[in-house]
Structure formats: C-alpha cells, structure tokens
C-alpha cells in the first residue's frame, strides 16, 4: 500500500487528526468562554485545547475548519453581553440559548449576528425577556426563530416583516397582544405559526392563510373571536390546526373536510355550534369537547379508518351514536360525555378492536350493557356512568383483562355482581354506586390484586363485608355506604387512605378496634348503623384523620378528646357524652398563626364547567404542629353549568352563575388562609389573573403575602362530574384534607 494511499484510510479513521479550527475562531471561543458570566463556565476545566470538542460546540466536517453550530442550552446565563463576541462567528448556522435567564436581548447581537447570512436557527425560548418584540433586520437566512416561554408583550407589526426565510415562528407562552400577526416574512415561506398562550384577541385575519406553505397554525389559548375563516381550506398541506381555548363561535366551516392532510383539528373551549359532516374524512384526532355543539352527531363520523381519537364531550349533542363505524377502524379514544345523547349504546362499538378509552358518561343512554364489549380486549378505562342503563351486569366484561378503570355508577342497573368481574386483575377503579345491585359482595373480589378505589355505595347490597378484602394492600377508597350491609367488619386493607364509608348499613355493636391500625386513614364515615358501646381511645391513633363521622349509633360513654383539626360529626347518639373538641380561643391572633413553608396553587379557569382538584401540601414549621398535613387545592376550570350543588360546605346553597360560586368558595377559603402565616410560603404553581373577569378576580389575595397570591381549596368534594356535585362535600379544613379527584378523568 502507498504511503499517500496509507494517509488517507488514517486521516479517514481518525477525523480528530484533522481537527484545524480557525486560529481566529479559537480565539473568539476562548474570548467568549470569559465573557459568559458564569462561575464556573461549563465551558472551564475542559482539557481539549479545541473548542470544537466543547461542549454545545459543532464544527463543520469533516476537518472542523469553523463553528457551525452553538447550543448554550440550560448554561445558566443572566447577561447577555457576551452575544457581541459570540456574533463575530461568521460561519454560525444555529444558536440555542434557551433554557437560561436572559432578560434581554443586547444590541450588539442584532448588529453582529444580523449581518451571519447563513444563520438560520435561532433559539432564545424558556428565558425571562422581557418588553416588546425587537425587529429582526437583515437575517435574511434565518428559518427558524423560537421565542416561546417568555414574557415578551405588545402588539406584534413588522418587527418581523424582513425575514425573508422564516419558516417556522414559535411565540408561545408569552404576553403579546393584538391582533394576530401577519406581516411574518416577504416571500410566504411560512410552514409553522405557533402563538398559543398569548393574549391576541379579535378575529382570525384572512391574510394569515395567504401563508399556503403552512403545515402547523396554534393559536390556542388566547382570547380570538369570530368564525373561523371559510379560506381555511386554501391551506392545503396544513396538517395540525389548532385553535382551543378562545372565543370563537358560529359553524365550523365544511372546507376543513377537504384539506387532505390535516391531521389533528383541536377547537376545544369554544362557542362553535354545528359539527359539519364529512370533519373526519382525513383526519386522527378531532377534539371539540367543551363548545355548545347542538343536534346529531355526524352519520359518518365514525367511518374512517384513519380516525384515532374523537373527542365530543361537553357539548349539547343529542340522538345516538353513530352505527356507520369502519371495520378496520384506528379508533383508540372515543369520548361523547356530558352531552344529551339517548338511544342504547351500540354494540359495533365492540368491532373497534382498537379502542381503548369509551368514555359515554352523563348522557341519557337506556338500555343494557352490550355483552359485546367483552370483546374490546385492549380497552383501559370504560365509563358509562351516570346514564339510564338497565339490566344486570354482563359476565363478558370479565373478559377485558387490561381493564384499569370502570365507571357505571349512577345508572339503574340490577342483578348480582358477577364473579367474573372480579378476573380483572389490572382494575384500579371500581365504581359502581348509585344503581339497585343486590346480592353479596364477591370474596373473589381479592382476586383484583391493584384495586385502589372501590365505590359501592348506594346499592341493596346484602351480607357480610368478605374477609378477603383485607388483602387488597393497595386499596385507598372503600365506599360501601348506604347498603344492607351487616354483620362483622373484618380487617380492613392496611393503606386506606381516602375513605372508609361503612355508613347507612345494619353493622351493630362495638367499632372495631382493628380500625384504629388505619394510620393513613382520612375521613371515617361509620355514620347511620347500630354501632354501640364506647367510642375507643385507639381511634386517636389515627393520626392522618380529618373527618369522623359517628353520627346516628347508639354510641355511649365520653367521646374521646381528637386533634384539634378532625371535623366531628357524633350527633345522635343519645348516650354520648361529647366535650367540646374545638380548640381555645385565639387570644393573639397572629403571633399564634401557623406558618406554612410550602403551599402548591393551580388555578386555571380557562374554562368555565367543573373542578378539578389536585394534592399539595402545607408544611406547618413551628412547633407542636405535627407532621406535614396533605390536603387538596383546586383547579378550576368551569363553572358555568346549571345548579352546582355544594350544600354542604360553608359556601352553601345553589350556584347558577360562576362567578357566584368562585365567590363563594373564595370566601370559605380566606377565612382558612387567615388562620396561617404566609408571609413565608414558598407558591408552587399559578395563578393568571388576565384569565380572569374583573367581577371573579378575589379582592382580599392582595392582602396576603406578595409571595402567595392565591390558596384555593376545595375541600373534598368526593364527584364533580357534569353538571352536578353527586356526593356531600364536608366542610372545608385549610390544614389538610382527603385525596380528591375528577371522575372521568
């Protein structure tokens, strides 16, 4: 082999042997490692003479003559200085600065890097700039600009009128307002517009759709109006049209049928009307839940074999589902809740060998229960719930074995529970409550090994509570009130946590003493039985208690003195003796306030309609105050549907407007906040008062901590689902309360 030959495989199989950066890049790189202003730089301690092999540093192939591309992702940068001398690489074709603290944009970058023509990625996304959108002149080879997650505002005109090449604009998550822009580049070029989480308001302007190369437009989440322009359908390679959260109304046009590679169309949270026939010709996934959608669902909704996710729910729909389904369909998710749908569930559902979320609840389907179901063998969550469904359960639903979650409560159906239900041993949810079941409970019912949840309640079920359940270890909810209930009560699961509700039975004689080993216990419900004899000292061993309700026994003797933060119910017990179990009067009302060094806030009312509370916690830090308390904030999102009964909370009666109740349940939670110091408080999470109406925005968060703007609990409201609060809602306790959650969801 030649000597020339022999050089050439070498240099082929070690490119490091050829690494020649530029000498004057070197020394432009070794400059600006020292004007980052970072201590240390993550750019220091690096052995390697080349700054090529730095780190974020790519060079161009294959002898890394020059810097191509520069990534200061997650670097830790605050000023933004050092960018005069990073713009002296005229060979940069990509900057990434996201992910660090830049407040600002310095204007030796739009000198310097505006004149580098083959840049054309620049990332400044997930950074604190803030003011007004700065011009972008003479980046003529710029394709890419990302500035989302900022807090960048103003109206957006022709800063970016010049970008002759943009290709994809990405403003997300700032505060720009205005009119959504059109003025995004000279030659159309545009293929992606993302401007969610902004506050544009007015209509959708048509000359954004002159933009024909565009495959993704995101306006969600900000406050448009109007129609959605009939031209939509000029935008023939637009795959993704997303335009949830806004104000938009009217029909949604038929012209988005025909673009032949939309694939997913998102106009959740708005005011549209009509469902157009023909919207799932071409398209995955249709989400237009949350709107005021009337009259029949589409016949051919459902016939597409493409079609992978459907989302209807919340709407005013009525008649029946749809029989014309495709026998090859890609259906996974299939949601139709919360509207006025009638007729029986149709059983070419179970042809949907795909499916795996049926979500038909809070309708007014009759009928039985299709046994076909049984053959949809790859379904996760089935929820029927709160429907007009008769007849007994069928056995075939024992079939669906990767089953997590069934919902049929609030139906009317009969019959014994099958023991074939109990085969299914990756259920976590069980709720079947609110129907006319008879019979006993299963002992197989240890068999469903993962159940964490399970909701019995109100039914005429007979007979002793099994001994297997005690084996259920990773059980938190066991709800049998309101039964026929009788006999012992056996060893409970050792990790409930939620709730034990054994009220409204036949139970007699002494409460168990295994109950006081439910050290996570929250909320004990033994109310409505014939439960006698002394209320035990052990049951102050449950130390996670917030709420005993012992209310209507034959209970005797003293009831025993609880922590000063379990609400008490023992009325109705002739023989009881109950001391006041309230604790002495705050005598200096703020040098006795609890502080509280944690506190977890989302609030999100983007939607007006139900709430959805979500677990957080209060760490008390002064002594005497044991243990870090759970206890549930809440989210919410609508408040807007008729009659949300939470009659038994301190906010009480009957809400028909929603900011009625957000009032309401605001007032109930200032008088908890004002028990507890918060001047201190870390706030996890947010609270977007822009969102908001003037008249719903909270007067007295202003006289909180500058650091704690908002708390908002919900207590436990055990369902909100729809339009309506089905279970009691305890009194609210700002300390801590029991794990909560959106059915449904």
Same mark, same amino acid.
């Given at each position: 082999?030649?000597? +020339?030959?022999?050089?050439?495989?070498?240099? =082929?199989?070690?490119?490091?042997?050829?690494?020649?950066?530029?000498?004057?890049?070197?020394?432009?790189?070794?400059?600006?490692?020292?004007?980052?202003?970072?201590?240390?730089?993550?750019?220091?301690?690096?052995?390697?003479?080349?700054?090529? %092999?730095?780190?974020?540093?790519?060079?161009?192939?294959?002898?890394?003559?020059?810097?191509?591309?520069?990534?200061?992702?997650?670097?830790?940068?605050?000023?933004?200085?050092?960018?005069?001398?990073?713009?002296?690489?005229?060979?940069?074709? @990509?900057?990434?600065?996201?992910?660090?603290?830049?407040?600002?944009?310095?204007?030796?970058?739009?000198?310097?890097?505006?004149?580098?023509?083959?840049?054309? !990625?620049?990332?400044?996304?997930?950074?604190?700039?803030?003011?007004?959108?700065?011009?972008?002149?003479?980046?003529?080879?710029?394709?890419?600009?990302?500035?989302?997650?900022?807090?960048?505002?103003?109206?957006?005109?022709?800063?970016?009128?010049?970008?002759?090449?943009?290709?994809?604009?990405?403003?997300?998550?700032?505060?720009?307002?205005?009119?959504?822009?059109?003025?995004?580049?000279?030659?159309?070029?545009?293929?992606?517009?993302?401007?969610?989480?902004?506050?544009?308001?007015?209509?959708?302007?048509?000359?954004?759709?002159?933009?024909?190369?565009?495959?993704?437009?995101? %306006?969600?989440?900000?406050?448009?109006?109007?129609?959605?322009?009939?031209?939509?359908?000029?935008?023939?390679?637009?795959?993704?049209?997303?335009?949830?959260?806004?104000?938009? +109304?009217?029909?949604?046009?038929?012209?988005?049928?025909?673009? +032949?590679?939309?694939?997913?169309?998102?106009?959740?949270?708005?005011?549209?009307?009509?469902?157009?026939?023909?919207?799932?010709?071409?398209?995955?996934?249709?989400?237009?839940?949350?709107?005021?959608?009337?009259?029949?669902?589409?016949?051919?909704?459902?016939?597409?074999?493409?079609?992978?996710?459907?989302?209807?729910?919340?709407?005013?729909?009525?008649?029946?589902?749809?029989?014309?389904? @495709?026998?090859?369909?890609?259906?996974?998710?299939?949601?139709?809740?919360?509207?006025?749908?009638?007729?029986?569930?149709?059983?070419?559902?179970?042809?949907?060998?795909?499916?795996?979320?049926?979500?038909?609840?809070?309708?007014?389907?009759?009928?039985?229960?299709?046994?076909? =179901?049984?053959?949809?063998?790859?379904?996760?969550?089935?929820? !029927?719930?709160?429907?007009?469904?008769?007849?007994?359960?069928?056995?075939?639903?024992?079939?669906?074995?990767?089953?997590?979650?069934?919902?049929?409560?609030?139906?009317?159906?009969?019959?014994?529970?099958?023991?074939?239900?109990?085969?299914?041993? @990756?259920?976590?949810? %069980?709720?079947?409550?609110?129907?006319?079941?008879?019979?006993?409970?299963?002992?197989?019912? +240890?068999?469903?090994?993962?159940?964490?949840?399970?909701?019995?309640?109100?039914?005429?079920?007979?007979?002793?509570? $099994?001994?297997?359940?005690?084996?259920?270890?990773? %059980? !938190?909810?066991?709800?049998?009130?309101?039964?026929?209930?009788?006999?012992?009560?056996?060893?409970?699961?050792?990790?409930?946590?939620?709730?034990?509700?054994?009220?409204?039975?036949?139970?007699?004689?002494?409460?168990?003493?295994?109950?006081?080993?439910?050290?996570?216990?929250?909320?004990?419900?033994?109310?409505?039985?014939?439960?006698?004899?002394?209320?035990?000292?052990?049951?102050?061993?449950?130390?996670?208690?917030?709420?005993?309700?012992?209310?209507?026994?034959?209970?005797?003797?003293?009831?025993?003195?609880?922590?000063?933060?379990?609400?008490?119910?023992?009325?109705?017990? $002739?023989?009881?003796?109950?001391?006041?179990?309230?604790?002495?009067?705050?005598?200096?009302?703020?040098?006795?306030?609890?502080?509280?060094?944690?506190?977890?806030?989302?609030?999100?009312? *983007?939607?007006?309609?139900?709430?959805?509370?979500?677990?957080?916690?209060?760490?008390?830090?002064?002594?005497?105050?044991?243990?870090?308390?759970?206890?549930?904030?809440?989210?919410?999102?609508?408040?807007?549907?008729?009659?949300?009964?939470?009659?038994?909370?301190?906010?009480?009666?009957?809400?028909?407007?929603?900011?009625?109740?957000?009032?309401?349940?605001?007032?109930?939670?200032?008088?908890?906040?004002?028990?507890?110091?918060?001047?201190? *408080?870390?706030?996890?999470?947010?609270?977007?008062?822009?969102?908001?109406?003037?008249?719903?925005?909270?007067?007295?968060?202003?006289?909180?901590?500058?650091?704690?703007?908002?708390? =908002?609990?919900?207590?436990?409201?055990?369902?909100?689902?729809?339009?309506?609060?089905?279970?009691?809602?305890?009194?609210?306790?700002?300390?801590?309360?029991?794990?909560?959650?959106?059915?449904?969801?």
């Amino acid at each position: 082999m030649s000597l +020339s030959l022999f050089l050439s495989f070498f240099f =082929l199989l070690h490119p490091l042997v050829l690494a020649q950066l530029d000498e004057s890049q070197r020394s432009i790189m070794f400059n600006l490692n020292q004007s980052l202003g970072v201590t240390p730089s993550p750019w220091n301690g690096t052995k390697a003479s080349d700054p090529c %092999l730095w780190k974020g540093v790519s060079c161009s192939p294959p002898n890394n003559s020059s810097i191509i591309s520069l990534s200061l992702y997650g670097f830790g940068l605050s000023g933004s200085d050092f960018l005069t001398e990073l713009c002296k690489i005229g060979s940069l074709q @990509s900057l990434n600065l996201s992910n660090n603290y830049l407040k600002s944009i310095s204007d030796g970058f739009f000198n310097g890097c505006g004149g580098i023509d083959g840049l054309k !990625l620049l990332d400044f996304s997930r950074n604190r700039l803030v003011g007004s959108l700065p011009t972008f002149r003479n980046f003529v080879g710029l394709e890419f600009l990302d500035l989302s997650f900022n807090n960048l505002s103003g109206e957006i005109n022709s800063q970016l009128s010049q970008l002759i090449s943009l290709k994809s604009l990405n403003l997300c998550y700032n505060r720009f307002s205005g009119s959504v822009p059109t003025q995004l580049g000279k030659s159309f070029v545009l293929e992606q517009l993302q401007l969610s989480k902004n506050m544009f308001h007015g209509e959708i302007p048509v000359e954004v759709l002159a933009y024909k190369n565009l495959t993704l437009l995101n %306006l969600s989440d900000n406050f448009l109006n109007g129609s959605i322009p009939e031209a939509i359908g000029n935008l023939s390679k637009l795959q993704l049209l997303l335009l949830s959260s806004n104000r938009l +109304s009217g029909k949604i046009p038929e012209s988005i049928s025909s673009i +032949s590679s939309l694939q997913r169309f998102a106009a959740n949270q708005n005011n549209f009307v009509v469902v157009p026939g023909g919207i799932t010709t071409y398209l995955k996934i249709l989400d237009l839940s949350y709107n005021n959608l009337c009259g029949l669902i589409p016949s051919d909704l459902l016939s597409q074999s493409s079609l992978q996710h459907v989302d209807l729910s919340y709407n005013l729909l009525h008649g029946t589902i749809p029989e014309r389904i @495709s026998s090859s369909s890609s259906l996974v998710r299939l949601r139709l809740g919360s509207n006025l749908l009638s007729g029986s569930i149709p059983a070419k559902l179970a042809t949907i060998r795909n499916l795996v979320y049926l979500e038909l609840e809070n309708n007014n389907f009759f009928g039985s229960i299709p046994p076909e =179901l049984g053959a949809c063998q790859n379904l996760l969550l089935l929820n !029927l719930a709160q429907n007009n469904i008769t007849g007994t359960l069928p056995v075939q639903l024992g079939n669906l074995t990767k089953l997590q979650v069934m919902k049929l409560q609030q139906n009317k159906l009969d019959g014994q529970i099958p023991p074939e239900i109990t085969r299914l041993q @990756s259920l976590g949810v %069980l709720n079947l409550s609110c129907n006319n079941l008879t019979g006993s409970i299963p002992s197989s019912i +240890s068999n469903m090994t993962k159940l964490t949840n399970t909701i019995l309640q109100s039914n005429n079920l007979v007979g002793s509570i $099994p001994v297997t359940l005690g084996d259920l270890n990773f %059980l !938190l909810e066991l709800n049998l009130g309101g039964n026929k209930l009788s006999g012992s009560i056996p060893r409970m699961p050792p990790k409930l946590q939620i709730v034990l509700n054994l009220s409204s039975n036949l139970f007699q004689g002494p409460i168990p003493t295994t109950l006081s080993q439910l050290t996570s216990l929250e909320v004990l419900d033994l109310s409505n039985n014939r439960f006698s004899g002394k209320v035990r000292d052990s049951l102050r061993g449950l130390v996670s208690l917030t709420q005993l309700i012992l209310s209507n026994n034959q209970l005797s003797g003293v009831l025993p003195q609880f922590s000063q933060h379990v609400l008490i119910n023992a009325s109705g017990n $002739p023989d009881l003796i109950i001391i006041n179990n309230a604790p002495p009067p705050n005598t200096s009302p703020e040098s006795e306030k609890k502080k509280v060094s944690h506190a977890w806030v989302r609030w999100n009312p *983007a939607r007006l309609g139900s709430m959805e509370p979500r677990r957080g916690f209060l760490e008390p830090s002064t002594p005497g105050f044991e243990g870090t308390q759970a206890c549930v904030l809440c989210t919410l999102l609508s408040l807007s549907w008729p009659l949300i009964n939470i009659s038994n909370n301190w906010a009480k009666g009957h809400y028909t407007e929603g900011a009625e109740l957000i009032d309401a349940v605001l007032d109930v939670v200032r008088k908890e906040v004002e028990n507890y110091d918060l001047s201190q *408080a870390l706030v996890l999470g947010s609270f977007e008062p822009s969102k908001f109406p003037a008249n719903v925005i909270p007067s007295w968060h202003a006289k909180l901590s500058k650091k704690f703007e908002v708390a =908002l609990t919900c207590a436990h409201l055990r369902e909100v689902n729809g339009a309506r609060v089905t279970r009691d809602a305890p009194t609210l306790n700002f300390a801590s309360f029991p794990q909560t959650r959106k059915y449904g969801e």
